[in-house]
Nanobody, 115 residues
Framework: VHLQESGPGLVKPSQTLSLTCTVS????????CDWVRQTRGKGLEWIAR???????YVDPSLNNRASISKDTSKGQVTLELSLVTPEDSARYYC??????????WGQGTQVIVSS
């Protein structure tokens, strides 16, 4: 399984960040897909998950700013994060696996929030 994250790189404060994870070599219809980010100050932070059946889990500390969805036909998982601030600057990773294990990670995509 190979994961490739993509996104805008630079986002202005208060805008909505949209990231896409393209999955190849494995069906997202039978796996759990997650978004995780790594910041300098906080280390790894889990953001959201979408199950094989489409059930969504989102970190409540993000105050309903994050949403996750998938397009099974395209093999893509999308993360949207609204009202971004500089604190949302991070390297964002998608992960693919089971309910209890991240088996495969992408290389990540860097996001900077700045005016």
């Amino acid at each position: 399984v190979h994961l490739q994250e993509s996104g805008p790189g630079l986002v202005k404060p208060s805008q909505t960040l949209s990231l896409t994870c393209t999955v190849s070599g494995g069906p997202i219809s039978s796996a759990y897909c997650d978004w995780v980010r790594q910041t300098r100050g906080k280390g790894l932070e889990w953001i959201a998950r979408i199950s094989y059946s489409g059930t969504v889990y989102v970190d409540p500390s993000l105050n309903n700013r994050a949403s996750i969805s998938k397009d099974t036909s395209k093999g893509q998982v999308t993360l949207e994060l609204s009202l971004v601030t500089p604190e949302d600057s991070a390297r964002y990773y998608c992960a693919y696996g089971t309910k209890t294990s991240f088996e495969t990670w992408g290389q990540g995509t860097q996001v900077i929030v700045s005016s």
